[in-house]
């Protein structure tokens, strides 16, 4: 017999060498359900949030240095003025980005639901179409 990778979940497709009948098997040798996915990606959703945290980090970073560390390097450490800028423009930054969210959730709330009255204004009328026919 000969083995293939079937998908990332360690399960592996077994099949004769003239691949008319396929099994799919766990880890541990025993035959399981072929699952569909029913929602989305968990692994791309999963990698978009590590994206999207790594650019939010670097411009953080970036930002808050410019604006906070002392272009003279003395010292390892930064200085304590140096500390409680860069944690002041953190903590402002943090906090315009969640006001930031909530303006966008409520506009794609608001996207959404006007999204569905145009479909239910749209089956209303495709059923007093198909009424007066």
Not at 60 to 87: N, V, Y
């Amino acid at each position: 017999f000969f083995f293939r990778k079937l998908d990332g979940r360690g399960s592996i497709g077994k099949a004769g060498p003239d691949d008319r009948q396929k099994e799919i098997m766990n880890f541990f040798g025993q035959k399981e359900a072929a699952a569909q996915p029913t929602g989305p990606d968990p692994l791309f959703a999963a990698t978009a949030e590590m994206e999207m945290y790594a650019d939010l980090f670097q411009r953080i970073s970036s930002t808050c240095f410019s604006k906070c560390a002392s272009r003279r390097h003395r010292d390892g450490d930064l200085a304590l003025g140096e500390m409680s800028c860069t944690d002041r423009c953190v903590g402002k930054y943090m906090e315009s980005m969640e006001k930031v969210g909530v303006i966008l959730q409520k506009a794609n709330e608001a996207q959404a639901a006007q999204a569905k009255s145009v479909q239910d204004m749209q089956a209303a009328w495709a059923g007093a179409g198909a009424g007066t026919r």
